[in-house]
């Protein structure tokens, strides 16, 4: 566009207020309507997106707000000059309400998995309950699984106990346990309970693999090897 002299630039002015177009500011009405508005569509459209995709969508939403609308009011005739702080302020907080939201659902979430399951499966299985969104793993109650049983009970413990202090008969039960438990955690199987001298773990739930009878074999190969 060809550059505009001092002189048209003041015979704009004059113009404008002449025939009554000045530019007034956006009232206080059409802010709070603008606010509820962006609030309200940012708030469903996150809800739908997640947070991931949600901040490009809170940036289109104002983006469309401030070219859209503002340069309606603008420039078709209103001559309202649209308020460019307050829309671009409650985008950021309700993305940022949101984001806060989501993390504490997250964080609720793996509280509760690990308060179930940390003490009954491996920390590399633990992660992955963690980080999966699959229903069938984070919320296995009530359903249908095939898994495979794995049984471990220590020979001799009845009469080691006949012989010794208690305080050595757990000490000695305690290093068996941990002996016994390894290979069960490294084939990713679940610890489901200490029985005395026993232990009972499964293969196949709370997350399935293909090959759960070979991982709990081998488990049981390597616990007698290591008996």
């Given amino acids: 566009a ?14 404008t207020l002449l025939r009554r177009r000045e530019l007034v500011p956006q009232g206080v009405s059409g802010d709070i309507v603008t606010i509820f508005a962006i609030a309200l569509l940012l708030a469903v459209g996150i809800a739908i997106l997640g947070v991931s995709l949600g901040a490009l969508y809170a940036i289109v939403v104002v983006a469309v707000y401030l070219l859209g609308v503002g340069g309606l009011l603008l420039f078709d005739g209103q001559h309202v000059i649209p308020d ?18 989501h993390f504490n659902v997250e964080r609720r979430r793996r509280r ?6 940390s003490k009954h499966v491996s920390p590399q299985l633990m992660e992955l309950l963690a ?22 009970d ?14 050595d008969v757990m000490e000695i039960m305690d290093g068996a346990f941990d002996v016994l438990i390894e290979p069960i955690m490294r084939y990713e199987g679940t610890l489901a309970r200490l029985m ?32």
């Fill in 112 to 117: 509760s998995l690990e308060s179930r399951f």
């Fill in 154 to 167: 220590i020979k001799g413990s009845t009469a080691l106990a006949e012989q010794l202090d208690p305080e």
């Fill in 84 to 101: 460019l702080f307050f829309p671009t302020l409650v985008a950021v907080l309700t993305y940022s309400a949101d984001l806060l939201a």
């Fill in 131 to 152: 980080n999966s969104n699959d229903p069938a793993i984070v919320q296995p109650i009530g359903r249908a699984r095939e898994i495979t049983i794995l049984f471990t």
């Fill in 2 to 15: 060809d550059r505009m002299d001092g002189v048209e630039i003041q015979a704009n002015v004059v113009d």
């Fill in 196 to 227: 005395g001298d026993a232990i009972l773990a499964f293969f196949g739930a709370p997350i399935a693999h293909e090959d759960d009878p070979e991982r709990a074999c081998r488990a049981a190969l390597e616990i007698v090897a290591g008996a």
